[in-house]
Structure formats: structure tokens, C-alpha cells
């Protein structure tokens, strides 16, 4: 069993991520300690943050109080509602955290069954729990429950040949067209994206940008492709590498394909429309440039914001990690759309301003009793996004985009790195 624990600073994210599994009938609510319940047996979201205040009005110091753990069992095993209680209960009394609020999710949205645990690391009193060596723990207590329960053991991980170097490009190092090559070459693999623009803000994320060039042969027009490398300004920082030095899959021909591929996943409503919900609430409960994008990493989507010399906001880029797929604002809806963030970010006219709390908990209500019909993570820092380099914990966790021999989810691979990276940032 592999366990994932992440903290962070909003635990709204958390619960509404979660919440809207439920909603959605894609998981349930198996157990509480010390939580709300509405009068009908539901939990929305209002009553569930509200089991969390008296913790997170006491507390003065720490900085990420939010803690959203998941235990993820091999996919072999067949472990039952009643074992997953059990095994949460033990794992927060093994970690420390016996004695707090928390609410345990059943996800099943994928073939890899697993929970999801949502608490608060500060107690009663407004004081921290120590999670010193919480990694070493993490891993003993998954020894032992894997041996009390019969579970599968994990082997050591083995990644994709192509892993260790599906990361951002580093423009100091001298393999730069290695590099670039990793990139390009896996991306199509795992993302759908419809547009060269949505290609190339998909890129930005690896320090890397393409660029059509057009030309003729034998007197007849063709178009190519050439790959750079950015620095940490955004900036291109390396001679262009033509795409044919990247294979097939690199170039023009490749890139339309892709493209029309990509189209018959877009026309699935279920994708765009879990996106969107996700955003809109984001507008509601931010009140600037950063904490919007800060709060759409804690749902594992990157934002890239295009901008003119001007500094006016001509294009927007949802690039959501979970469906691995990459939407344009206005693809998801007219308030969506570049314009309406640029009359927000840069003029002050904000799209709404209705309580967030209100909106998110009318819209994640969800049965709390068995018949009711994942994440962990930190993706980028881009504190600029529009073509800026990744901050370094990003190499950390692109391997998880990856699949690995336990089924990762990459919807919740999209949720434990993001709450870790604010960290790095606020530091």
C-alpha cells in the first residue's frame, strides 16, 4: 500500500475536491470523527469546513494547518468498506492524528479503489503536531498494516524508460536537445490539447516552446516546426532544433493529427464540465491573480496567462492534470474567456462577488450514507505564467504523470505535490 500525505494552506480545496467525487457518485463518505452532519444525513461543505474552525481559529503559527492524506492499496487487493475504515483509523493513530476531526472518502472513479482522509495537523489547543520523520512513519505503518490486513507489498517503483528525464528543461546543462526530446516526444502520450497555442502553454511547463515556420521545396509551401529551449525569464535560451531531430511525433503533421484526436475527448461534456465547476469557484473565493492561479494548483490545474508588451491579457490556459487535458478559457465558457480576466487582473472589475462558501457548499452536497451515488499534489509554481520557468519542485513530481505498476491516479496525482510546493514558494 502506498500512502501520499500532503498540507497545505486552504483546507476548503481539499474538501471540495473531494466532495465533489461524491457529488458526482464517483465515491463516498465512509467514516467520520468529530464532523458536522446535516439534519438529512448529508455533509456539504459548509458543515464540513465548519468542523475544522475551532482548530484553524485557534491556531496562530502554522502555516499549512490543512492535511489530506490517501492510502492507496495495490489494485490486486480486494480490501472492503469496513477493512478501509479500519486501516484509516489505524493510520491516523500510527501518524498521530487519532485524535482529530477528519472525514474519509472512498474513491472509485478508477480500477485502483482507495481513500482519501481529509484533517487538520493543528489540535485543539492551536498547536502543531509534530510530524517529524512523517515519511519513515508513513512507511512502517503501511508495513504493518499491509501485514495485518494481507495486503499486496509493493515492489520497488519502476518508471517509464523515459521518466528520469521527463522534466523541465535545465537551459544551463549541454544536453538541451535531450532534453527538449524527452519532452516532446511524451507529451502527446498523456495530454490532448486541440490548438498549437494550447501545445505550446502545455509546453511552457517544461521550459520548452515551438514555433511554425514556413517555407518552400521544390516550389511547393511547406511548414515545419522548431523547438527552443526557455530560461527562467521565459525567454528562449538555446539555437532552434528542428523537429525532425525529434522524430515523427515532433513535427507539423504529427501535431494536426494530434490535434484531431484530441477532438473526440473534448466532446466529452463530463471533462469540461467538472473543469469549469472546479474554476468558477476559484473566481468567486480569490482575490487576485495569484491566489486564483494558487488555488486552481491545489486542484491540480496550471494556469497560463498570455500577455501582450502592453501587458494586456490576450489569452488564458487551463491545464488540468487530472483529465490530462488542455482547455482555453473560452472553450469552457464566455466567463472563462481572457477578456474577463484581463478586466479583472488588470482593470479591477472582478467577474463575481458572491460568498464562496455559500455557492461551494450548495454545489458539493453529498450523501453521507453507503448508497451514495483523489490528491495530493503540487504541480508548478508559475508565478508569471506566461512563459516562465518552472519552479524546481516541479521536478520532484512529473514523474508521477507517468504510469506506474500501481495505477496511479492522475487525477489525484493533479492534488500531494501542490500542497507541498507553497511551501517552497512561501520560503
Not at 25 to 49: A, I, P, Y
Not at 167 to 194: G, T
Not at 226 to 239: I, M, P, R, T
Request: aromatic residues 10%; hydrophobic residues 35%.
Amino acid at each position: 500500500m502506498i500512502a501520499k500525505i500532503g498540507h497545505g494552506t486552504n483546507i476548503m480545496g481539499a474538501l471540495s475536491y473531494n466532495l465533489q467525487k461524491v457529488n458526482q457518485e464517483n465515491g463516498k463518505v465512509l467514516f467520520t470523527q468529530k464532523m458536522r452532519e446535516s439534519r438529512d444525513g448529508t455533509f456539504t461543505l459548509g458543515d464540513c469546513h465548519r468542523s475544522f474552525e475551532p482548530y484553524l481559529v485557534a491556531n496562530r503559527n502554522t502555516e499549512k494547518p490543512s492535511l489530506h492524506i490517501s492510502l492507496n492499496p495495490d489494485p490486486r487487493d480486494t480490501v472492503d468498506d469496513n477493512r478501509f475504515i479500519a486501516m484509516a483509523q489505524e493510520y491516523m493513530n500510527e501518524m498521530g492524528y487519532g485524535q482529530q476531526p477528519y472525514i474519509v472518502f472512498k474513491h472509485t472513479d478508477i480500477e485502483r479503489t482507495h481513500i482519501h482522509i481529509v484533517s487538520t495537523n493543528v489540535d485543539r489547543l492551536g498547536k502543531k503536531i509534530p510530524d517529524t520523520y512523517e515519511h519513515r512513519r508513513s512507511m512502517q505503518a503501511c508495513r504493518q498494516l499491509e501485514q495485518k490486513y494481507g495486503l499486496t507489498v509493493p515492489k520497488a517503483e519502476k518508471q517509464d524508460a523515459g521518466a528520469a528525464i521527463f522534466k523541465p528543461v535545465d537551459c544551463k546543462k549541454s544536453d538541451i536537445k535531450s532534453q527538449i526530446a524527452a519532452v516532446v516526444r511524451y507529451l502527446p502520450k498523456y495530454y490532448s490539447y486541440q490548438s498549437f497555442g494550447a501545445y505550446n502553454a502545455l509546453l511552457s511547463l517544461f521550459n520548452v516552446t515551438a514555433q511554425e515556420v514556413t517555407g518552400e521545396q521544390a516550389g511547393r509551401p511547406r511548414q515545419g516546426i522548431v523547438y527552443f529551449a526557455l530560461d527562467a525569464s521565459g525567454q528562449k535560451s538555446s539555437n532552434p532544433f528542428k523537429a525532425s531531430l525529434f522524430g515523427k511525433s515532433a513535427g507539423h503533421a504529427a501535431l494536426e493529427s494530434h490535434f484531431k484526436k484530441s477532438g473526440e475527448f473534448f466532446k466529452d461534456g463530463n471533462s469540461k464540465s467538472i473543469l469549469k465547476n472546479t474554476i468558477e469557484p476559484a473566481t468567486r473565493n480569490s482575490d487576485n491573480e495569484t491566489d486564483f492561479i494558487a488555488q486552481l494548483k491545489e486542484q491540480g490545474i496550471n494556469t497560463v496567462v498570455r500577455r501582450n508588451a502592453e501587458g494586456r491579457i490576450y489569452g488564458i490556459t487551463f491545464i488540468d492534470h487530472a483529465s490530462k487535458s488542455v482547455w482555453n478559457g473560452s472553450q469552457l465558457g464566455k466567463n472563462l474567456s481572457a477578456n474577463v480576466f484581463n478586466q479583472w487582473w488588470n482593470e479591477g472589475i472582478k467577474p463575481q462577488s458572491t460568498n464562496a462558501v455559500n455557492v461551494l457548499a450548495a454545489n458539493h452536497s453529498a450523501p453521507s450514507n453507503g448508497s451514495a451515488s483523489e490528491g495530493l499534489f503540487s504541480f508548478l509554481d508559475k508565478a508569471e505564467n506566461h512563459g516562465s520557468a518552472t519552479d524546481n519542485v516541479f521536478s520532484d513530481s512529473i514523474g508521477s504523470l507517468l504510469p506506474s505498476d500501481q495505477g496511479e491516479d492522475y487525477e489525484e496525482l493533479a492534488f500531494a505535490n501542490r500542497m507541498r510546493k507553497r511551501k517552497r514558494k512561501n520560503n
